[in-house]
Structures are given as C-alpha cells and as structure tokens.
T-cell receptor, first 110, second 113 residues
Framework: EDKVVQSPLSLVVHEGDTVTLNCSYE??????LLWYKQEKKAPTFLFML????IEKKSGRLSSILDKKELSSILNITATQTGDSAIYLC??????????FGTGTRLQVTL | DGGITQSPKYLFRKEGQNVTLSCEQN?????MYWYRQDPGQGLRLIYY???????QKGDIAEGYSVSREKKESFPLTVTSAQKNPTAFYLC????????????FGPGTRLTVL
C-alpha cells in the first residue's frame, strides 16, 4: 500500500522567516510527487516533481525531489501571512492515483 | 470560465437518508475523482473514473456510490450505509494518462444531524 508521511504536522513562524516542509513516501513504481496548498477549501496545485524534473521553483516557493531518499522538501522563503495554509504532499505510482499525506499546517504570524 | 463546480456548498442530512453531491467540470478532463477529508487525516480516495460509464473503488468506497453517464459529471451518493458521513467532500479531475495533476472543486461540507 502506498504511503506518504509529512512533517512537521504543524508549524508557527513569524513573517519573514524561511520554512522547510518535509514529505517522505513509499510507493510502488513511483511516477510523480505533487505539492498542493489548501487554504479554506479546494487544494490548489503548486508543483509536480518527477524523475525528469526533480527541482521546481516559483517565486518564494521551491521544491526538490530526492529519489534516493524517497522524499521531497518544500521551501518557502520570506514567509507572508498569506502563506498560512495546509500544505499537502501526494504521490502517484502504478495505480496512477494520488495518495495524500495528512498535510502540514503552517501559520505565519506578524 | 473553465473549472470544477460542486454543489451544494453545505449539506445537512438526517441519519438514514441518502444524499447526492454534485460535481461538474468543463475542462474536458477524462478522469474524475471523489475524496473525503477529515480533520488531521488528509484526503482519502472514495471513487474514481477514467472514462464515461466506468469507475473504480478507491480506498474507502464502502457506503458510497457513483455514476459517470457524462464526461463532465460525476455525482457521489452518500448512502445510509456510510457509518460516519460527516466530512468535507472534494471532487477533482485530470487528463488521465497525460498528467498526474488533479484540479479540485471548492468542496461540499456534509453534516449528519
């Protein structure tokens, strides 16, 4: 059974701090790892990482896939209150369906 | 405007009643999915469909049923057999076999009274 573990479960930081969120996985025939941001309702897509694309960056957010360690990190630099959300990690394998972790709840305070 | 819509936003149900949650997409995506989200548990897959008139059980299908008569629509029925139906339900879609990225609707919060 595919499995995704995220850490920490929750995190409180001050505006301007840099944070690193972790995701480790066990999946049969890994295809991709995805990061989503969930504020109040629908998760919104951030990044997809695959064997051919192990690093992605968009503004203050960046993500790296470590296929050897079966893990990924999501970095957010110069955090803002608008970054407060639940960050979800998910993987796809043989079954081509997403398996999600429980998420990391990030709160950015002034 | 392309996207996924879900209705209703909030739904209250009495014990013993079946309810149907709507999910519609105009992204021309082949695949559609239903997830359930409980506090502290992430998203769990209920059912998914790769093509019209075909669907597969996910990890927690018991007490739920779906249909896929049209490409753009994938309604979910929560039956009275579902023991713990109070949750946040999310529908998603993707271009099956082309990309793994799934796009989500705004969700329906179901409360059983």
């Amino acid at each position: 059974e595919d499995k995704v573990v995220q850490s920490p479960l929750s995190l409180v930081v001050h505006e301007g701090d840099t944070v690193t969120l972790n995701c480790s996985y066990e999946v049969t025939n890994f295809r991709s790892l995805l990061w989503y941001k969930q504020e109040k309702k629908a998760p919104t897509f951030l990044f997809m990482l695959t064997s051919s694309g192990i690093e992605k960056k968009s503004g203050r957010l960046s993500s790296i896939l470590d296929k050897k360690e079966l893990s990924s990190i999501l970095n957010i630099t110069a955090t803002q209150t608008g970054d407060s959300a639940i960050y979800l990690c998910a993987v796809t394998g043989t079954a081509s369906k997403l398996t999600f972790g429980t998420g990391t709840r990030l709160q950015v305070t002034l | 405007d392309g996207g996924i819509t879900q209705s209703p936003k909030y739904l209250f149900r009495k014990e013993g009643q079946n309810v149907t949650l709507s999910c519609e997409q105009n992204l021309n995506h082949d695949a559609m999915y239903w997830y359930r989200q409980d506090p502290g548990q992430g998203l769990r897959l209920i059912y998914y469909s790769q093509i019209v008139n075909d669907f597969q059980k996910g990890d927690i299908a018991e007490g739920y049923s779906v249909s896929r008569e049209k490409k753009e629509s994938f309604p979910l029925t929560v039956t009275s057999a579902q023991k713990n139906p109070t949750a946040f339900y999310l529908c998603a879609s993707s271009s099956w076999g082309y990309t793994d990225t799934q796009y989500f609707g705004p969700g329906t919060r179901l409360t059983v009274l």
